[in-house]
């Protein structure tokens, strides 16, 4: 297999400006079997590795992060915190799908070009709104998993010369990602993809330990009906057009309605009453004091300023809750892209840790053994993980009993309640609590990352 090529970037319109840097895959072969030429990867890292190359912390962002992990979870970054670049060699790379430089529907249709081995960026990247022909992907990506994550991600690991993982961890969407990647890559290079079920004492682990935090084992049908709604959400803009729309035309009321509904599965009835009750108007109504998500991840930001696009005389009477969703619906339209909320939601749907893992559950006689089984091995393999699973104790997207699922069924593995009323959001507010936690769990004899 030809060497990878690190490119200047950027590769893709939203990825502009990013500090990240970008790998180039000359072939990567997607979970489907479908073989993708040229294929780009974003990454960021900090720190440095190890002598033994085996103190890297990679970290997995949800739905509507980037590889920028000393922004989004800047709480837990820094000297003495979680994310200690003076202990760690951190890396973070975009997830396929997302329009921040990693392939997705915002990327070169067929790969990236070489011109006389030199890398020649897009037109589209740097004038979307000037293009007239679909120079990109669009709705012609073929559909990719969250295992196809983990294997993109292992290229760019085994580029920068990582020998071990410390540590994977995320949350949302990050936390499905690190669950699937001992599954993926028990040792660093498997004989095959139920290397995990075969480890022998004489196998060294890949993975040394998992922060799972605010995920599922699999999308639940609870979860696939939101996704569903949001993606008929977007399709149902004129401006759609099946998805070939141009990038100065893009379906923003759709997007925007579509992330409306998502922010209603990050909260729960409780905290928008708390905040909102039948209050009108556009002021920021957070208690003070209290919290802030992220301004980049799921929620978005707790404030509620004006938006410029709301300019009707009614908008000012609006319900605070309303000016709430418009708001967050709009801000998000400049930072992403339909198609790309899509791929990812579906993407999303498509997580099952069992999948194709039936053989693994040896006498299984139902779907919940299947699942037990699966991650069993994951508690029982010569080459098994620590693994901290951290719950939200208020979650509806991906509830608490989802995760004490996940440690039923591991054995030897942590369970921490992350206590909140924000809901799912909590994994963006609670930072206190999610850096005690994890923190602890890095530093205990048994589970340390170093």
């Known amino acids: ?8 970037g950027p590769t893709s319109p939203l990825a502009v400006g990013l500090p990240q840097r970008y790998l180039v895959l000359p072939t990567f072969e ?3 079997g479908e073989v993708l030429q040229n294929v780009p990867v974003a990454f960021q890292t900090w720190g440095e590795l190890d ?59 067929g790969g990236e070009l070489f011109e006389d081995g030199r890398w020649v960026c897009a037109p589209h990247v740097h004038a979307p709104h000037e293009q007239d022909t679909e120079t990109w992907w669009g709705p012609d990506l073929p559909a990719t998993t969250i295992r196809d994550d983990v294997r993109l ?102 997007l925007a309605a579509a992330r409306m509904c998502a922010l209603m599965t ?11 009750s039948r209050l009108r108007g556009k002021s920021n109504l957070a208690p003070e004091g209290a ?26 009477e609006q319900y605070a809750v309303q000016s709430y969703l418009h708001h967050h619906g709009t801000k998000f339209l400049t930072r992403f892209d339909a198609l790309c909320y899509i791929h990812l939601s579906d993407k999303l749907d498509a997580h099952d840790v069992t999948r194709d893992r039936a053989a693994w559950a040896a ?35 991906y509830t608490p009993e989802e995760q004490m699922c996940i440690h039923k ?6 369970l921490v309640h992350i206590e909140s009323t924000e809901g799912h959001d909590g994994f963006l507010i609670e930072y206190p609590q999610i850096q005690r936690a994890i923190y602890a769990f890095l530093s205990q004899p048994k589970g340390a990352a170093l």
């Open 51 to 109: 002598t033994e190359r085996s103190n890297t912390l990679l970290v997995c962002h949800p739905i509507s992060g980037n590889a920028n992990a000393a922004e989004w979870w800047e709480p837990l970054f820094g000297e003495g915190r979680v994310l200690d670049p003076k202990h760690y060699f951190i890396v973070c790379c975009n997830a396929i799908g997302s329009p921040y430089g990693t392939l997705s529907p915002l990327t070169r249709k």
């Open 409 to 414: 069924s591991i054995p030897g593995s942590q």
């Open 153 to 254: 991600q292992k290229h760019v690991l085994d580029y920068l010369g990582v020998q071990q993982l410390a540590c994977v961890m995320g949350g949302s969407m990050g936390g499905a990602t690190a669950l699937e990647w001992p599954l993926c890559f028990p040792v660093r290079t498997p004989a095959s993809s139920d290397a995990l079920a075969h480890a022998t004492p004489k196998d060294t682990p890949y993975v040394r330990s998992i922060v799972v935090l605010a995920a599922s084992p699999r999308h639940s049908a609870w979860c696939i009906a939101w996704c569903e709604i949001q993606r008929q959400t977007i399709e149902a803009d004129t401006r759609f057009r099946g998805g070939h729309y141009l990038l100065r035309e893009p379906p923003t009321t759709g």
């Open 30 to 32: 997607l979970e489907s």
């Open 266 to 276: 990050y909260r729960q009835p409780q905290s928008l009453e708390r905040r909102f």
């Open 363 to 397: 006498g299984a006689q139902s779907d919940a053994d299947v699942l037990s089984g699966v991650l069993g091995h994951l508690g029982t393999s010569p080459v098994k993980p620590h693994v901290l699973v951290l719950s939200v104790t208020s979650d509806m997207l």
């Open 291 to 316: 919290s802030q998500a992220s301004s980049l991840m799921e929620e978005g930001g707790e404030d509620i300023t004006p938006s410029p696009s709301i300019t009707q005389p009614q908008a000012r």
């Open 1 to 8: 297999m030809a060497a990878p090529i690190e490119i200047p």
